[in-house]
């Protein structure tokens, strides 16, 4: 039985915790962080997320293994909560639920990713 990527999309979000641009601060302030997996283009071709940590997508579950030599000394684990950031919301989803599966039970992902951050960015403050 074949599934499509709605669906894969579908089960990450029933899994993970889902953010808004305006939380950001809050959840930075608490001891969290904001992870942006664009790749480097798309980065400079968006702009940046200020105050977000760099990890492209195709390294993630490396740089946050709790137990792994590659984790990041920002990736606690457990509950610190983690919020992954994409262009538009999808791909972040599912880098989320990679995050859930590692034991991070409070990874999150923005939704709308950087460009509903830049648009209420823009009218927002």
Do not use: K
Request: charged share 20%.
């Amino acid at each position: 039985m074949s599934t499509s990527v709605a669906d894969l999309l579908d089960r990450a979000r029933r899994r993970i915790h889902r953010v808004g641009p305006r939380e950001l601060q809050g959840i930075i302030a608490e001891g969290g962080i904001v992870v942006d997996i664009r790749p480097s283009a798309q980065r400079q071709e968006e702009g940046s997320l200020p105050g977000a940590l760099i990890v492209e997508r195709n390294v993630l579950e490396w740089r946050f293994d709790p137990v792994g030599p590659h984790r990041l000394p920002e990736a606690i684990g457990g509950a610190q909560p983690v919020v992954i950031v994409c262009s538009e919301g999808y791909a972040s989803s599912l880098a989320a639920a990679s995050l859930t599966d590692l034991g991070y039970t409070r990874a999150a992902d923005l939704i709308g990713g950087y460009m509903a951050w830049r648009a209420w960015f823009g009218e927002g403050t």
